[in-house]
């Protein structure tokens, strides 16, 4: 049976009869009207799962988005989680931009490589409370802004009541958008490492050291292993700040990558002329 969604809330004339003509085409349709009600599970080692009103919708074969204003977030990771699920969208993906500087896309692309943390992306706090009944009680979170940098914003919540607390302070809507929550599962680190990439070559390599004071400093250092795993799952294009770990377990995990890296502090705490390293291995002088 092909299943056959359909995103809009069926304002025009013309949207009323496109869904009302799916219904006797398809034997399986679903409309998402509404968009606060997802919430998307990109857990590591598993396939994604997206959830609608708390009911799987992840086998849907065919998704129809009508509009591309309103809602951008939801509809960009909506969009690219079922592309990578195998679904058939009928526009283009570069149609649904997520609107704004965000590590929603990102998150989706490293969960596709297999090299990322478990993440979560509540859209409302009834799907967050949703997804509280999926996650082990003694579990710790990560909370991230969706478009925030230098760990800035960033909070530990060491019980499932704090997590609840904290979505029921969440604003999740911005302007005509709604912004979702960013979770992530807590992992023990072992190991952090920046690194800066061009064009698929480390140029930069150092270990970040979190002081008993609080502090973080960095220290140049190269782990041909981590490197070897950064290589294989980043672009082999342009410029990338990475942030990587290692966790007790000897797992390997992308935390970030961001094409416009702030690098200032590094070059200060280390002694890297990264500006110049990035020019030397950009080519075409």
Known sequence: MTKFAMVDNLETEEARKLWEEAQTYYEGTILLKDLSKLLVLLEKDHAPKILYDNVDISDTDIIMVRSSRHHKAAKAVLVRVFENLGANIIDPTERFPVGFASKLLTSISKHKKGCSVSTYLSFSHQSTLNLISYLETDQKLFIKPINGSQSRNVWTLNTLEAFRSY??????????????????????????????????????????????????????????????FVIEHVSKTGILGVDVCQDIG????????????????LEDKTGINISREIFNNLGNR
Do not use: T
Request: proline fraction near 3%; charge should be positive.
């Open 250 to 265: 000897g797992n390997f995990f992308i935390i970030e990558a961001n094409r416009g890296p702030m690098f200032h502090y």
């Open 167 to 228: 979505s029921s302070n969440f604003s999740y809507s911005y302007r005509e958008d709604i912004i979702p929550l960013f979770i992530q599962k807590f992992i023990n680190i072992d190991k952090e490492y920046r690194m800066f990439v061009v064009n698929g070559k480390i140029i930069a390599s150092m270990k970040k050291i979190r002081k008993a004071n609080g502090n973080i400093s960095y220290k140049r250092m190269r782990f041909a292993r981590m490197a070897e």
